[in-house]
């Protein structure tokens, strides 16, 4: 409809999207919007599944290898061959 007024909005037409904190505890239900743990690049590695306590396993996209589906689906896989 808009092309009708305008012949090449298409082409003129800029997305931009941007998020905030508050856009990935919405989307992502990451408590007040964070996701992975706080580490400085270069600096650190992610935790892997076992953990000090016996029987206490952990997983999720603070742990190895990270943030996203594939990488917390993995991180859940470890922790299940862990047992």
Same mark, same amino acid.
């Given at each position: 409809? @808009? &092309?009708?007024? *305008?012949?090449? $909005?298409?082409?003129?037409? @800029? +997305?931009?999207?941007?998020?905030?904190?508050?856009?990935? !505890?919405?989307?992502?239900?990451?408590? &007040? =919007?964070?996701?992975?743990?706080?580490?400085? $690049?270069? !600096? =650190?590695?992610?935790? #892997? $599944?076992?953990?000090?306590?016996?029987? +206490? +396993?952990?997983?999720?996209?603070?742990?190895?290898? #990270? *943030? =996203?589906?594939?990488? @917390?689906?993995?991180?859940?896989?470890?922790?299940?061959?862990?047992?």
């Amino acid at each position: 409809a @808009v &092309e009708k007024e *305008i012949p090449n $909005a298409r082409d003129k037409a @800029v +997305l931009k999207l941007t998020a905030s904190p508050l856009t990935h !505890e919405r989307f992502l239900r990451a408590t &007040e =919007g964070t996701y992975g743990p706080a580490l400085a $690049a270069g !600096e =650190g590695t992610l935790p #892997g $599944a076992t953990t000090p306590l016996s029987g +206490l +396993l952990r997983c999720g996209a603070s742990t190895y290898p #990270g *943030i =996203g589906v594939p990488a @917390v689906a993995a991180s859940g896989a470890f922790a299940a061959n862990a047992l």
